[in-house]
């Protein structure tokens, strides 16, 4: 059952901008890493972007550096995924996740335990 709430999927043409907005309410403060991930039809589901909890310590995928950025608001509890110049390879469904676990890493959806519902970002060419 998904427990965190993702807004700011949409389809829009290659080159494009889209924000991602994830709440993660009543969790973030026992979180250590916040993270992105992303599946595609018929493919692994993989990492996009990891944040520490009240860090300026991040990654990011290869295929997304220097065009995706993740940021948290902690008076909103919020996780951000802003994505600039949008490509047809970033078609997927994206999903928040945080973990309360210590051996949390940036890319890895080991030990992330709660999971948002997903927002589908469509590219077209």
């Known amino acids: 059952q998904a427990q965190l709430m993702e807004s700011g999927g949409d389809s829009v043409q290659a080159g494009g901008s889209l924000r991602l907005s994830c709440s993660v309410s009543?969790?973030?403060?026992?979180?250590?890493?916040l993270a992105w991930f992303r599946q595609a039809p018929g493919k692994e589901r993989e990492g996009v972007a990891g944040i520490y909890t009240g860090s300026d310590n991040s990654d990011y995928a290869d295929s997304v550096k220097g065009r995706f950025t993740i940021s948290t608001n902690y008076d909103e509890r919020t996780v951000h995924l802003q994505m600039d110049n949008l490509k047809p390879d970033d078609t997927a469904m994206y999903y928040c996740?945080?973990?309360?676990?210590?051996?949390?890493?940036?890319?890895?959806?080991?030990?992330?335990?709660?999971w948002g519902q997903g927002t589908q970002v469509t590219v077209s060419a």
């Open positions: 009543r969790y973030y403060y026992s979180t250590y890493c």
């Open positions: 996740a945080v973990s309360n676990d210590r051996r949390c890493t940036h890319l890895s959806d080991a030990y992330y335990n709660i």
